[in-house]
Nanobody, 124 residues
Framework: QVVLVESGGGSVQAGGSLRLSCAASGYTYSMGWFRQAPGKEREGLATIYSRTGITYYADSVKGRFTISQDNAKNALYLQMISLKVEDTAMYYC????????????????????WGQGTQVTVSS
């Protein structure tokens, strides 16, 4: 069992930046960030493979969000810049002990462990 705890959410104006963190209680191979806005499906944003550093991004955040990790700390990060009002959502850290196939990285069912989420609110 791996416990994931997110932090770093908050309120920011459009164009601003935030950095989300996820602390994992143990090692996992695949780690990612998802978000869910009210009334919408949970959306995969980015995933990283712990061993190789290979990353995948959703088109909606490519160029604005950067996923990174600190393997020594079992920590995952999401640096978000140029935030938009439509980025407002609950952000979740997800992880799996196995390699999530590149073609499946954005599907929530591929991840075994989930955090409780951290709220990001972007105002105009």
């Amino acid at each position: 069992q791996v416990v994931l705890v997110e932090s770093g959410g908050g309120s920011v104006q459009a164009g601003g930046s935030l950095r989300l963190s996820c602390a994992a209680s143990g090692y996992t191979y695949s780690m990612g960030w998802f978000r869910q806005a009210p009334g919408k499906e949970r959306e995969g944003l980015a995933t990283i493979y712990s061993r190789t550093g290979i990353t995948y991004y959703a088109d909606s955040v490519k160029g604005r969000f950067t996923i990174s990790q600190d393997n020594a700390k079992n920590a995952l990060y999401l640096q978000m810049i140029s935030l938009k009002v439509e980025d407002t959502a609950m952000y979740y850290c997800a992880a799996d002990p196995a390699l999530v196939r590149g073609s499946q990285w954005c599907f929530r069912a591929e991840y075994h462990y989930w955090g409780q989420g951290t709220q990001v609110t972007v105002s105009s």
